[in-house]
């Protein structure tokens, strides 16, 4: 009798600890879910001001074609202005939303495919979330004006225009370069 107590002691503990070693791994297992979302909650997306991105982008292109006309023989104290039309196109990658229905022999159809509106985000290394980036276009230039010593010479003048409408697209009409006094 006293062997049959002990056995089933025995069980009863060994269900108890498995018991315990079961919840042990669920609460495990739900640890990181618990700490990735109060993550993503304090990360929430911040854009840039666009003013100021258009700002950096005109200031950088101004700096590198004011440096590579300065190197046009008979050039030289080169100043430039960029105008900016726009202030470009981002694309970001939205959810779906698609419409599928059983039909009678157990397949799928789907209906209709939507975006929701909703922005698709990925996963960070930090934990957060950020927008899926499609494609970006840079900001159109709707005029450029280039102040130099050198260019009243009407073929110093000619290079200069020339090397603009190549380096940045522009129509000769979007060009003004002037002798700078």
Known sequence: MKAELTEKLKKIMNTKRLVIICMIGIGLLLLPDL?????????????????QNHSVY???????????????????????????ED?????YARNLKSDAKNTADGSLT?????????????N??????????????TPKISGVLVTAKGVGIPSVQADVISAVRAVLDVPIHRVEVLEKA
């Open 35 to 51: 700490f990735v979302s109060k993550k993503q909650e304090a990360a929430p997306l911040i854009a840039e001001s666009t003013s």
């Open 58 to 84: 005109e200031k950088e292109l101004e700096a590198r074609l004011s440096s590579i006309l300065s190197t046009i023989r008979g050039v030289s104290q080169v100043s430039v202005m960029i105008t900016l």
């Open 87 to 91: 202030g470009g196109e981002t694309y």
């Open 110 to 122: 789907e209906d209709s495919n939507q975006t929701d509106g909703s922005l698709a985000l990925k």
């Open 124 to 137: 960070e290394a930090g934990g957060g979330q950020s927008p899926i980036l499609l494609k970006s276009q």
